[in-house]
């Protein structure tokens, strides 16, 4: 019995359970309780923010670092027992800052945020959108993530549309592979290309076997190589700057809505469901619609509240629509698990999109840059017209006339590491500036594919760099102007063995400071030497600097797990200079790292930009 057992004895045994279920999770086992039966309704923003995705995985201490809040580990381990009464002290402190990094947690998770660069969590109530698509549909979704969401929701309309009561009989017996056909197996009826080039690329491409390795097919057109790819096309170019000069346009057309689309247009579904799943899919796209109409109808009533919630369901529409319905093709286990039409999806895209960038070149336009879901093309102002015809013919010709159609953003300019990484700023319609930001230029998280689980290290260098590029400032003046610590801060995890130390000499004695998984620090003029060290998944010994040496030497490290007030943190400028200064010269093809280093020899004068 519970009550003749001392409170160690107890303690003992919820741990022992708790290390049950944790395994048991591991193994994918279900749950021992349900949590429909808890008396007090839970919530779980671990699983909300689908942080228990093997992709997206993050721990809370990841999630104070981007918060900006102390990021502490366990001090003392958990097995201990007779702790003294500052040992004591030392757990509760610890435990009290894992509850306030909860609390702030929760508060993103409620769309309330005051952390800059977690902006784009602001206004967006991920609690009260579960519990507005729970009372529209019925599923009991609080704690589910975005795409279990979609998924669970697309299943429960199917079968209902099916009269289906047993669950396990919508699931693939047999799932149905693209590998050992022929590429050419998943063209689309709409494909036409009239020119050698690519009609030849089309044959030899369509003739080869698809297989589980990758694979990869380039082809130059115009001034632009592309790579076709199982999932996806994207051209090639890397460290570029593009200025749009006067009497020139630079347009980025990209397909709207465009997995759902081709769903719709290739009637994709899993063979061993009826083809029902479409016409509900096909109704999902209508609901989006209509959520959009009635949100915006409230919104002009001044009725913020019915607003938000229409808004909400806007987003499960989506949610059903990308991540619950065209990402599950691909998902082992997914009841609609459907690899062969994954890929006919992906690969319509991509010939689609040759066709446009085919059509353009032909006409006397250049496609400067292309991805599956659109192209870039720079043109005489005065062709625009001509530009826009283009596209409506396309449109018509792949049967993006209604859905689909394309949407255009006018750049100004832009700057890129790759087709991944890169910054462009944009007018719209009205005039407004805006700036877009991809890969390592983001500088604000909170927007899908975008969140707390990424890493916002050295975001001082993207925040210079969209000054400079953007705002035309110096990245030098920048940086040594900043006064948030956190930007300077940067992080690193050791997995397994592995732990991270700091060492340094004091009056002539080496001294070591033994840290564990994750540490927070800043690049610092007097701090010490950061090192990584246990045993690698190798089982070998690894003892490597964290940060390696540069043009400027050894950085150094301040330790900041732990925030602390200073007028003056005594911060090593240079080192985010220089490597701001070493992007924009990759980009730009200066050497203003260079004039850099060489000006801070005394007897040299800076004159950079």
Known sequence: KWVELSNLDVCGRIYTYVQNLIENSDYGLFLPYKEANFTIPAIDLYRIHHFDNDARRTSLKWCAFML???????????????????????????????????????????????????????????????????????????NWSDVKIGEEWNKIEYMKSENITDERSIYPTKVKYPYGQRFKNFFPKTMKFTTDKLNNFIKDFGNQFVTAEKQEFPITIGITTYTVAKGGIHSTERNRKLVIPKGKKCKDADVGAQYPNSIIKLLVYPPHLKKSIIYNFIGTVEMKDHYKQLGKEASVAGNKAEANRLKGLEGGTKLRMNGGYYGKLGQKGSFLEYPEGLLKVCISNQIEILMLIEMMEEAGFQVISGNTDGIVVLFPEEQEDKYLKICAAWEKQVGNDKMGKLEYTEFLGFWQDNINSYIAKSIDEKGKIKVKKKGRFVTVYGSPG????????????????????????????????????????????????????????????????????????????????????????????????????????????????????????????????????????????????????????????????
């Open 450 to 609: 975008c969140e707390i689980n990424k890493n916002k290290s050295n975001r001082i260098v993207p925040l210079a760099l969209e000054a400079y590029f953007i705002d035309g400032k110096d990245p030098v003046d920048f940086i040594k102007n900043h006064k948030n610590i956190f930007d300077f801060c940067i992080a690193k995890k050791a997995a397994g063995k592995m732990h991270y130390e700091e060492q340094w000499i004091e009056e002539g004695l080496p001294k070591v400071k033994v840290h564990k998984k994750l540490v927070r620090f800043y690049i610092s003029n007097n701090g010490t030497v950061l090192y990584k060290r246990g045993w690698n998944h190798d089982k070998k010994p690894m003892n490597n600097h964290v940060n390696a040496p540069n043009e400027l030497g050894q950085p150094l490290v301040t330790y900041f797990n732990k925030r602390f007030e200073k007028e003056d943190y005594d911060i090593n400028y240079n080192f985010y200079i220089l490597e701001a200064l070493e992007r924009v010269d990759a980009i730009e093809k200066t050497r203003k790292a260079k004039a850099f280093i060489e000006s801070l020899n005394p007897t040299q004068q800076l004159s950079l930009f």
């Open 68 to 142: 900006n809040m102390d990021v502490e580990e366990m001090p003392i381990h958990h097995g201990k027992l007779n702790l003294t009464e500052e040992e004591v002290r030392i757990v509760r402190e610890y435990r009290r800052n894992d509850v306030i990094v909860t609390k702030k947690l929760l508060d993103i998770t409620l769309g309330n945020t005051d952390v800059p660069e977690l902006a784009d969590y602001a206004g967006k109530n991920k609690i009260q959108d579960r519990l507005d698509i729970q009372k529209e549909s019925g599923l009991r979704c609080l």
